[in-house]
């Protein structure tokens, strides 16, 4: 596989709430984070599981917080649910929970939102949730439509404090229905996968950032790739002991990730300090995930 032109044999997948902001305020030091990347080309995804928002809305939200990013830059549990569903059966069609950000994915990737007779019942964060919606798709889910989450998140910080989350409201359906949901979103490794072969990285070359260890740390360590814990979001370094798992390593924030890795010459630590003189082949071994 030619690689030609990359400036960099690593890269980022980052998560952004907790990481890049906590609701609509910037968490200090991710703007300029963002930027070094961007100024030394190095290769980086952002990933949300929140399904709500489209590519274009959420590098509108961004700029209003001063990060400076472009579409292709974004990845989200629309797009892996989306993608999934094309590749499982193209051409499909899909009762939809949800709103603007999954709505566009599925019809970008071939697929007919409906209200009858759907092969898929997909659920998405919004704010259109109702008990008509419900009972519509547990009836369809019950006739052979199979039910399928963009994440199982339980619920999601906000200015206020929480509100529920795509998990809270899928289990609604899963208890009135008795079908577990299938989950695309992060730590499904087919959303982890897909966003790391977008950035065309070797599983040992990516590094995944983020401020939950139920999701981020816990993807990104059955994955094999690197983890970098932020504690600006929801997770505290008294909460770690009672982890099996854990992150490569923690910082405060992006600010102080950007300021471990500018002593380092932007080389990461965590990665192997071997002289990086592999040959093609390594490049052509997918690993067993
Ligand atoms: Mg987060």
């Given at each position: ?24 305020e ?62 499982k ?29 759907p ?21 369809m ?19 206020h ?23 695309v979103g ?8 897909a ?9 040992d ?15 990104g360590?059955q ?13 505290r ?53």
């Amino acid at each position: 596989m030619e690689r030609k032109g990359r400036a960099e044999t690593f890269g980022f997948l980052i998560d952004m709430d907790g990481v890049l902001y906590r609701g609509s305020e910037l968490i200090a030091g991710a703007d300029h984070f963002i930027a070094q990347l961007r100024s030394r080309e190095i290769p980086f995804l952002l990933l949300t599981n929140n399904s709500q928002r489209t590519r274009r809305d959420v590098v509108a939200k961004l700029a209003r917080i001063g990060i400076d990013v472009e579409d292709q830059h974004i990845f989200t549990s629309a797009m892996a649910t989306a993608r999934f569903l094309a590749q499982k059966k193209p051409g499909g069609t899909a009762f939809v929970i949800g709103e603007g950000g999954l709505l566009t994915a599925l019809h970008q990737n071939g697929y007919a939102v409906v209200d009858h007779d759907p092969d898929f019942v997909v659920v998405g964060e919004g704010r259109t949730f109702n008990l008509e919606l419900v009972e519509a798709a547990v009836r369809m889910v019950l006739s052979g439509a199979k039910l399928v989450a963009t994440n199982l998140d339980p619920n999601c910080p906000t200015q206020h404090g929480l509100r529920p989350g795509c998990g809270a409201m899928t289990a609604m359906l899963e208890i009135a229905t008795g079908v577990r949901a299938f989950s695309v979103g992060k730590p499904s490794p087919i959303m982890m996968r897909a966003a790391r072969k977008e950035l065309r990285l070797a599983t040992d070359e990516t590094t995944m950032i983020g401020d939950t260890m139920e999701t981020d740390i816990l993807g990104g360590v059955q994955l094999g790739f690197h983890t970098v814990l932020v504690l600006s979001g929801g997770t505290r370094l008294e909460d770690l002991p009672r982890y099996a798992y854990g992150p490569d390593l923690v910082v405060q924030s992006l600010d102080e990730l950007g300021r471990t890795l500018d002593e380092a010459g932007w080389q990461p630590p965590w990665l192997s300090t071997a002289p990086r003189d592999r040959d093609d082949s390594d490049f052509l071994v997918e690993p067993v995930t």
